[in-house]
């Protein structure tokens, strides 16, 4: 394998699947972002490329399963690593769990589509996209509720 050889036809190939990685992910790190969350617009579509990147190079290189695996693997405790630092503990409340998350799910849809599963990280991002949008009025619903509970009781 010679490092300096160049193929412009895998080139095409591996940015169309980083690409499609990232632009899947753009939808979630705007929610996020619009959400004023500390990961965001930026961070999102970084993930799913680099996971779609990191596995990638594993396929690409490595032979065999349990060596992949090894990659999988690696990039799901990264990618935990980073979605550990989006969660704050304070006064009684944990945050940005959704974020951790979502960041977890972005990971998950960059190797999907780094396998060759579009319609899997199609999915993800669907769904993860929904998700925030939908359930937000809900569990703000709830939380609304909670916080007057609490009040009557104190009261």
């Not at 090894?70 to 704050?88: D, E, H, N, P, S």
């Not at 006064?91 to 899997?120: F, K, L, P, Q």
Request: glycine share 14%; aromatic share 8%.
């Amino acid at each position: 394998m010679d490092p300096l050889n160049f193929n412009l036809g895998d080139a095409i190939q591996i940015f169309g699947r980083m690409g499609l990685a990232y632009l899947l992910a753009v939808p979630i790190g705007w929610n996020r972002e619009a959400s004023s969350r500390s990961a965001g617009l930026r961070t999102f579509p970084l993930v799913a490329a680099g996971a779609c990147g990191f596995m990638l190079i594993g396929v690409k290189t490595l032979e065999g399963d349990d060596p992949i695996a090894r990659v999988l693997y690696g990039i799901i405790t990264g990618i935990g690593f980073i979605g550990g630092g989006a969660i704050l503990k304070g006064d009684g409340t944990v945050s940005g769990t959704a974020t951790a998350a979502s960041i977890w799910n972005t990971g998950a849809i960059g190797i999907a589509v780094a396998r060759g599963e579009m319609e899997i990280a199609a999915v993800l991002s669907g769904l993860n996209f929904l998700t925030l949008i939908l359930f937000k009025p809900l569990k703000a619903r709830i939380h609304h509720e909670d916080i007057q509970k609490h009040k009557g009781k104190s009261a």
